[in-house]
């Protein structure tokens, strides 16, 4: 699941994409006004992430796709070679993201 992937999502505001980087069970990602930061498991092809999202730039006319400049996503999801596809919400709330992700590289071997 270690990777550098390119992230899609729908949101309750529309559509969004972004990167994230996935390493050692961490996540670290974001997109032109949003910062995604994170951890994730997964079990065989199943995948389990709590995702904090953050505005790090204020862009005039645009909103994130969920409606507000921070908040905690729950997700799960199925992996399948180098995609996965999750769901989840903003816990407490019926606010639902869906989101599919796509490996475009390997991450350099650490020593």
């Known amino acids: 699941m270690e990777g550098f992937y390119k992230v899609q999502f729908t949101g309750v505001q529309g559509f969004g994409a972004g990167v994230l980087t996935l390493v050692g069970g961490q996540i670290f990602g974001g997109d032109s006004a949003m910062l995604y930061t994170g951890t994730y498991q997964q079990n065989g092809n199943?995948?389990?992430a709590l995702v904090h999202v953050k505005q790090h730039t204020?862009?005039?006319g645009m909103q994130s796709v969920m409606g507000v400049n921070e908040f905690n996503?729950?997700?799960t999801g199925t992996i399948q070679g180098n995609t996965a596809v999750?769901?989840?919400v903003i816990p407490g709330t019926q606010m639902k993201l869906n989101a599919a992700l796509t490996k475009l590289g390997e991450l350099p071997a650490r020593s």
Do not use: E, F, R, V
């Open 46 to 48: 199943s995948l389990t």
């Open 86 to 88: 999750a769901s989840g």
């Open 58 to 60: 204020a862009t005039p």
């Open 73 to 75: 996503l729950a997700l």
